[in-house]
Every structure is written in C-alpha cells, then in structure tokens.
C-alpha cells in the first residue's frame, strides 16, 4: 500500500468513519504473553510518547495481575494515538480513531505503526471495520513486508 501511487485515494472507503466506525478494531492474533512484551519493548525503544491508565487512573508502565480496565495509549506521532486493551493475551489488539488518520502524512504514520509492529512481532496486524472482527479489510503482511488491501474498497 504504500509508496504505490495515491494509496489515500483506493483506501479511502476504509478510513470513512461513517462507514467503518470511527473506532476501528486492530489487532494480531495468536500472541502470547512474550509477544505483548515485544509490543511494550517496541514502544519504549522507539520512544512514542505512551500513558498507562487503568479505570481513568494514570498509572507507571506496568501491568499488575490483578489490574481493572487497562489501556496504554500509545501516540507514535503527536496527531495519531492507539489504544491498547489488555483484553487477552492470545491476541494483541487496540483502537485508532479514524478521524485522526484522514490524510495521505496521517495513513503512513498509521501503516509505518502497523508494520513496525509487524516486523517486530512476525506476525500479521489486521484492521477490521468497527464491530465486525474477522473481516479485515487492510493490514500488515508478513510474507510482503507492507501494510496491503485485504478487502475490496469497491465492495464497501
């Protein structure tokens, strides 16, 4: 997707909030407890700008066993911020707000998030519309090494 002349313009239909939800779900399936601990490794060596909460308390990195709610906001750029949910350690996953990704500066910070994920995780990181997990529509592809259509966006 990126780097192949107006990619803004063939995935504009995915990064309509009218369309997909504003909230997108992202996520890597089949992760295990080290490869959540790659994605925190990740964050800190790259030094996006993060804040750990937990029920609205903001709290140091870190993850008690017994936490409530836990996110970590992560903004790999001042203008984009992803959500982590600590919801299951057999899937890492996490929100963007599609109104902050409107903009060809805004889906390369969005899609260079996604494969430095990727990368770091060997495993494949999918966007699915709102709601409707186990239907991406893009996403970083490990065998390609980019971030790649997987659904039709004349079909949306």
């Known amino acids: 997707m990126e780097g192949e002349g107006s990619p ?6 995915f990064f309509d909030p009218d369309m ?24 800190a060596e790259k030094g996006w700008e993060r804040q750990y909460s937990e029920g609205g308390t903001v709290l140091a990195v870190s ?3 017994d936490a409530e709610c836990p996110d970590l906001r992560v903004w ?12 299951a350690v057999e899937e890492v996953d996490f929100d963007v707000d599609l109104r902050e990704l409107q903009g060809q500066e805004r889906l390369d910070v969005f899609c260079g ?8 995780l060997g495993k ?10 186990g239907h991406p529509v ?13 659904a039709d966006p004349q079909v949306r």
């Open 113 to 120: 998030f996604l494969r430095e994920i990727g990368r770091r």
């Open 20 to 43: 997909m939800g504003s909230l997108p779900d992202v996520r890597v399936p089949h992760t295990s407890v080290e490869d959540w601990q790659a994605v925190l490794d990740l964050v």
């Open 8 to 13: 803004g313009l063939r995935v504009k239909c």
């Open 63 to 65: 993850r008690p066993v």
């Open 76 to 87: 790999p750029t001042a203008d984009v911020l992803a959500i982590f949910r600590f919801h």
């Open 138 to 150: 893009l996403g970083f592809d490990v065998e390609d090494d980019r971030v790649v259509l997987l």
């Open 124 to 133: 494949p990181v999918l966007m699915d519309p709102e709601g409707d997990d």
